[in-house]
């Protein structure tokens, strides 16, 4: 009876270790496959990880190479531009800064402004320099705003030439012609200065991190009988990007980092900036000519000027003359004939001279701008003055006379 009870139990028991056997076998199956595919994943991981390295050392090399920063680099903006945007390559200087330039405090925006998808490129054909420019101070700065591309660009004088610094992308006025009058929303077209910075704090919203005053309407604009004023060269509103504008009542407008970078460069009273529809460019030969006849004129006025030979020195103004004072030919005559009656002696002195050709006169009429030192037995002055000249058959003659302030 005891065996026949013990065969009875055999047959569950050994069918359940069979169970046991195979389920250890199944899961030590699973196990072994489990592992052998996190070490593959495992590997691909590293793989990935080597690659991405090594990816990244290549890159770094060829940045390296190529003068560009790391990726993981921020860059920040320098004060002053540095990079040209000119297809051709320009030898770089480091001029100093005129002695008389004083920083403008700017504030700092309080949105980063992102960068135009607009890229501007300007090509400055060999031998040729922009026809606005003729002469200007060693390292002076100076600026081209081009109505037709929407684009403000920079320019250094070095070495008797002018090389671009860089190109900024801008907007204008939505009256795409010369300004005639107030409200026409135009932006005017000539060579104006700019006259000083109003910070943001001190402006609306609209004008962001602050705006540069250009000197519309200058002489010439008055004598043409144009009107307006407040023509400015500013930034946007903070919680704005400039792709947001289409256009202005008359005004420049740049990103606010661009009027952080201009801060930097501007001299205020002196820096020209030039409004043309397209920029040309022309002979350098041709404008160096240009340059010394005019240069000429201006010391042969001097000297006339220094003599007290009243007579000749009037020879020197067109008849159709005014100055800021609004004096014409006959007062200004009558009133030097005055002073120079009680002048035993002249001595005049003309520094950082800049010579301007506003671009559509077929170089008829030039601006120029320099720092005049006037002493005589009975009085004495420093100014920065405006001659403006216009070329006739008899040559060059002064129809106007303004000092930068």
Not at 44 to 57: A, D, F, H
Request: aromatic share 8%; proline share 7%; glycine share 6%.
């Amino acid at each position: 009876m005891r065996d026949d009870r013990s065969n009875s139990f055999s047959v569950p028991v050994k069918i359940g270790i069979g169970l046991i056997a195979l389920l250890f076998i199944l899961n030590s199956a699973f196990l072994y496959l489990f592992v052998r595919e996190k070490k593959r994943n495992n590997d691909y991981v590293r793989i990935m990880k080597e690659t991405n390295e090594k990816l990244l050392r290549v890159r770094e090399a060829l940045n390296r190479q190529s003068g560009a920063p790391p990726a993981d680099t921020v860059v920040k903006p320098s004060p002053a531009p540095a990079q040209p945007t000119v297809a051709r390559s320009e030898p770089k200087q480091a001029p100093p800064a005129p002695p008389e330039k004083k920083a403008v405090q700017v504030e700092e925006p309080t949105k980063a402004t992102p960068p135009l998808e607009r890229v501007v490129k300007l090509v400055v054909p060999p031998e040729s320099t922009p026809a606005p420019f003729v002469s200007a101070d060693a390292g002076e700065i100076v600026l081209i705003c081009e109505k037709d591309s929407k684009t403000l660009h920079v320019f250094r004088f070095g070495n008797g030439r002018f090389s671009l610094v860089k190109s900024y992308p801008c907007i204008i006025g939505a009256n795409n012609g010369d300004k005639r009058k107030a409200g026409d929303a135009a932006t005017p077209k000539g060579v104006y200065f700019i006259m000083r910075f109003t910070p943001g704090s001190k402006l609306p919203g609209d004008y962001g991190t602050g705006a540069f005053v250009l000197s519309y309407p200058n002489l010439l604009d008055r004598k043409n009988g144009k009107q307006g004023n407040g023509i400015w060269l500013h930034g946007h509103d903070n919680k704005k990007n400039l792709n947001d504008l289409l256009n202005t009542k008359g005004c420049i407008v740049v990103t606010n980092d661009v009027i952080k970078e201009l801060s930097a460069i501007i001299v205020p009273q002196s820096t020209p900036i030039a409004i043309v529809d397209t920029l040309k460019f022309v002979p350098q030969k041709d404008q160096r000519a240009a340059g010394e006849e005019i240069k000429g004129f201006v010391s042969s006025w001097r000297h006339a000027w220094e003599s007290i030979n009243t007579k000749k020195y009037l020879s020197f103004y067109s008849s159709d003359f005014i100055n800021n004072e609004g004096m014409n030919y006959d007062a200004f005559r009558n009133y030097k004939e005055k002073v120079n009656s009680n002048k035993k002696s002249i001595l005049i002195k003309v520094e950082r001279t800049a010579i301007l050709l506003p671009q559509d006169h077929e170089n008829k009429l030039a601006v120029v701008r320099f720092d005049q030192r006037y002493q005589s037995n009975n009085y004495k002055s420093d100014s920065r003055k405006l001659l403006y000249l216009k070329k006739s058959n008899h040559g060059w003659q002064i129809i106007g006379e303004s000092i930068l302030h």
